[in-house]
Structures are given as C-alpha cells and as structure tokens.
C-alpha cells in the first residue's frame, strides 16, 4: 500500500519561511517523481512543483517565481519543498503526490496524500 506523510505546515508571517516534508512509503523511491499541489479557500487545486528523482529535475509553477525549492534525500526517501518569502496568496492546503513515472506524465499523480495546511499571516 502505497503511502504519503506531508507534513511541516503552519502559521508564518509574510516573508517568512516553511520547510515541506514528503515521505512516501510502499513505492520504489528513486524510480519515482514527488510532487506538490495546493488548494486555496474557495479556490481549485494548482500544482507547484515537481521532481523526478531519478535524474533530479524539477519543474516549478510560474506563481513560485523563485521562492521555493524541491529537492530529495534519497537516503530518507524524503522529498522537501523549501519556501521563503512566503506571501498572503500562498495559504492553502499543500498535497504532495507520487507515482512511478517522470513529472508532466500521466503516473506522478497516481497517489496523493493527506494535505498540510500552510496559513501566511499578513
């Protein structure tokens, strides 16, 4: 059974920082891709990053511009999404997915945890 712990959501003023931990468990890690998606209140569900661990791209939305970061532990098996100048737009739930195919194809999202609430404070 496939498996997603998102954890490291909280409250944070604007322009401060939050550190994002994906942990998936019951799939081969390194042949995998780790993504993340959000929900705003009222608002439909974006993505915001990706990677695909077995070579190490990442692929970011337009909206990050810069602020967050992707990366992977694959000792831990762990995947992170590091964000700063965190803004009042960025509240929302954060989901972090997984599935055994390279982001942008149709598998990265076979399997989707339970979300993280991430609240920007202004």
């Known amino acids: 059974e496939v498996q997603l712990q998102a954890s490291g959501g909280g409250l944070v003023q604007v322009g401060g920082s939050l550190r994002l931990s994906c942990a998936p468990s019951?799939?081969?890690?390194?042949?995998?891709?780790i993504g993340w998606f959000r929900q705003a209140p009222g608002k439909g569900r974006e993505g915001v990053s990706c990677i695909t661990i077995s070579n190490g791209k990442s692929y970011y939305a337009d909206f990050v511009e810069g602020r967050f970061t992707i990366s992977s532990d694959n000792a831990k098996n762990t995947v992170y999404l590091q964000m700063n100048n965190l803004k009042p737009e960025d509240t929302a739930v954060y989901y972090c997915t997984a599935g055994q195919g390279p982001c942008g194809s149709s598998s990265y999202t076979d399997y989707w945890g339970q979300g993280t609430l991430v609240t920007v404070s202004s």
């Open positions: 019951g799939i081969t890690f390194d042949d995998s891709a």
